[in-house]
């Protein structure tokens, strides 16, 4: 069964980033959410078996599953790699996020985070792709594919060597277009050449393009002076051919709100938009912003427990300001609680595991410098 884009929502609700209280995710702010995102027509939900430390599939079942008829929503959920060490955890796993989410099937199932090295070895390893294609027959997933974060020779790779492939999901912004470390443009164009439908990751890429600065986001309200900064994000990828779902990872009302606003009359970019963006994109490239999306996937495996993307937050701000004494208070702050950028033993996991490929031991051991004095 083929997928119809004309079915799909266009916005998707990602549970990476739910609202927190108390350090465990906060569900009635959670269903008051989902229940609106609902209400205005919206149904596709996006989960991970490593999301919030395996509760995101939980709030899943609380939220969503035990409210609402199985067939009134979409649920995606992944496969990961690194959790895997024998052929059989696959099948261990999948059992796990059943019970967890509380169904019988997935809607869309992933294996997840392919790229270079560990990740596709794996899979490969534990002949991932038959063992889903298994799990398409007995009917407990409807429709499989995987979310990607490689080279653009590796995903034509994987395409022409698995048909079954029904869609792939990208990280696909306007500032990563053109960025050789993410691709996301020459990835969107290949999925294109191949008719794969694209699910899309990371279009605000994690927050940094919900906001610029002051001269750049005045060029965009003089045009748009009713719309939001990260409603020219959702814009620029809804305007693009082939987009099953745009996911956003919506921590809040405000948020959820802005980006159904967005979805509900659409609007594509005019060429004007288009110019302004291209303007945008060239003053963040001669930034030295690190572009780190908040994803969190670093935090896990770290044994001295630093929360890196935090750590990464108050360079940023020192690096966007000068030296001012708020990033100093944050990291003040959060250090009471994790663990300092001088504790880094560089091990290397956080750098194994990062979506952008960026060089965290050297990230940290100028935070350090900066802030462990």
Known sequence: MGIDLNKMPKLGFGL??????DGEPDMPQVCKMVDFYMEKGFNYFDTAYVYHGGKSEVVVREAIV???????F????????????????????????????GVDYFDFYLLHSIEEGNNYDTYIKYNCFDW????????????????????????????????????VQIQLNYADWKSPIVHSGKLYNILREHNIPIIVMEPVKGGMLAGTTPELEAMMKKVQPNKS?????????????????????MSNEEQLKDNIETFTNFEPLSDKEREI????????????????????????????????PDVISALNTLRLYGD?????????NLVDKSGRA????????????????LPIIDIMKEASKIFDK
């Open 277 to 308: 963006l291209d303007e945008v994109t060239k003053a963040m490239a001669k930034s030295s912003v690190i572009q780190c999306t908040s994803c969190r996937y670093c935090c896990d495996g770290c044994p001295q427990k630093i929360s890196i």
């Open 66 to 72: 035990k409210r609402y008829p199985r067939d009134s």
């Open 16 to 21: 990476m980033r739910l609202p927190e209280k």
């Open 229 to 249: 900064i990260a409603s020219w994000a959702f814009r620029f990828v809804g305007s693009l051919d082939g987009i099953m779902t745009i996911l956003s990872g």
């Open 132 to 167: 889903a294609m298994e799990k398409k027959k007995k009917g407990q997933i409807k429709h499989f594919g995987f979310s990607f974060h490689g080279s653009p020779a590796l995903l034509e790779k994987i395409l022409s060597e698995h048909p079954e492939v029904e869609f």
């Open 324 to 332: 001012d004494a708020r990033p100093h208070f944050f990291y003040g």
């Open 74 to 101: 979409y649920i995606a959920t992944k496969l990961p790699a690194w959790e895997m060490k024998k052929a059989e955890d696959c099948d261990r796993i999948f059992r796990e996020q059943l019970e967890r989410t």
């Open 342 to 357: 001088g504790d880094c033993i560089s091990c290397g996991q956080c750098e194994k595991v990062c979506p952008q490929h």
